[in-house]
């Protein structure tokens, strides 16, 4: 099962990316999803997930307030919108989903914030 990351890319501290993750309809349906990330050189640390219903979500202290996770059940997609990014941010996002036991990954989309 392939979970697809897009959306990464360049910005300068301020600025905003939004993070996709598509997952196929079978992989989507009646699964949590997460957000997590790969600074470099450092463990992988959790950033947010939501709930299959997407009326829960759940955030890293280090992201509060400035990244938002949601869903969009007709897109099989989740979303990571992040604002007022930071030189900390700077990282390799990865995406899963979660149903029952079984966690699927999907490749890490790369996010630089420059300073």
């Known amino acids: 099962v392939q979970l697809q990351a897009s959306g990464g890319g360049s910005v300068e501290a301020g600025g905003s990316l939004r993070l996709s993750c598509k997952a196929p309809?079978?992989?989507?349906?009646?699964?949590?999803m997460g957000w997590f990330r790969q600074p470099p050189g450092k463990e992988r640390e959790f950033v947010a997930t939501?709930?299959?219903?997407?009326?829960?979500?759940r955030y890293a202290d280090s992201v509060k307030g400035r990244f938002t996770m949601s869903r969009d059940h007709a897109k099989d997609t989740a979303y990571l919108q992040m604002n007022n990014l930071k030189p900390e941010d700077t990282a390799v996002y990865l995406c899963?989903?979660?149903?029952?036991?079984?966690?699927?990954w999907g490749r890490g989309t790369q996010v630089t914030v420059s300073s």
């Open positions: 309809a079978r992989t989507f349906a009646r699964t949590s």
């Open positions: 899963n989903a979660v149903k029952g036991t079984v966690v699927y």
């Open positions: 939501i709930t299959w219903a997407g009326e829960m979500a």
